[in-house]
């Protein structure tokens, strides 16, 4: 799929790594770094993904965002998503890829700077993500932000028909 971005859409790519562990089905989640997220846990966790630019690849983008905010290796077989739309009205093209050797702990993420606290004048740097994990789907059902919940079932979809 060479999925590239309209202009002036704001369009990210991820991907969903998974994993069978004892017939289970679970996903890698990461939950976004800084001071707006700390404290929040369901409905705040997220796929790796990223916006990307109308020049760039969808998947390309997305195996970049991997990589910049988990720091770890990515490869295998991808298999496109249908695309799903958040609240913000964003489009998000995700892709799946079997990777159950991913390890949260080993999550090294790339950093953001922000303002912090709001008027303050001081520049703090964050951590795009700040933890990582493995997830039944069960469990990503309650932690994935609302308009990416979708994606666990066409996930399952998938898997149900390789």
């Not at 004892?22 to 929040?40: M, N, R």
């Not at 709001?118 to 740097?125: C, I, K, M, N």
Request: glycine share 8%; aromatic share 10%.
């Amino acid at each position: 799929m060479s999925e590239r971005a309209p202009k002036r859409s704001k369009y990210s790519a991820g991907i969903l790594a998974y994993r069978l562990r004892e017939g289970v089905l679970e996903v890698f989640l990461v939950h976004p770094g800084g001071p707006y997220w700390a404290s929040k846990d369901e409905g705040a966790w997220s796929i790796p993904k990223g916006e990307y630019g109308p020049d760039e690849e969808a998947l390309a983008a997305a195996q970049r965002e991997f990589q910049e905010e988990t720091g770890l290796p990515l490869a295998g077989r991808f298999m496109a998503l249908p695309a799903v739309r958040q609240a913000s009205g964003k489009q998000v093209l995700a892709w799946a890829v079997e990777a159950p050797n991913l390890d949260p702990a080993q999550v090294r993420s790339n950093c953001f700077a922000l303002e912090w606290p709001p008027r303050s004048g001081v520049q703090r740097e964050f951590p795009e993500v700040d933890r990582a994990g493995w997830f039944a789907v069960t469990e990503a059902e309650r932690k994935l932000i609302a308009g990416q919940r979708a994606l666990l079932q066409s996930l399952r979809d998938r898997l149900e028909s390789a």
